[in-house]
């Protein structure tokens, strides 16, 4: 996981230009398309996503999610932010 991640760290330096958008947009849209739009509850009820990558590419997900016609939940940089809201409140 680590590996693949250093790989996001040149994606979000070079966010931008019109290949690294593509590779970025054609990434997500694979993993939307494989992962989601197999279950029809994915339109029930919204979609979050957590981390680093997900944060940084927050703007591409949205629009996916206006495209498939789902509904973009949260979308947060750290994980344990939603952890430890919910163990304090």
């Not at 996001?8 to 947009?25: D, K, Q, S």
């Not at 990558?53 to 509904?71: I, M, P, Q, R, T």
């Amino acid at each position: 996981n680590r590996y693949l991640a250093s790989f996001a760290i040149f994606l979000a330096e070079n966010r931008g230009h019109y290949m690294i958008e593509n590779i970025v947009e054609d990434g997500l849209n694979e993993f939307f398309f494989t992962h989601l739009y197999k279950y029809r509850e994915a339109w029930s009820h919204p979609i979050h996503f957590t981390g680093s990558v997900a944060y940084g590419c927050k703007d591409v997900l949205s629009d996916l999610c206006n495209a498939y016609e789902l509904e973009l939940g949260n979308v947060s940089k750290n994980p344990m932010d939603g952890l430890a809201k919910y163990h304090n409140a």
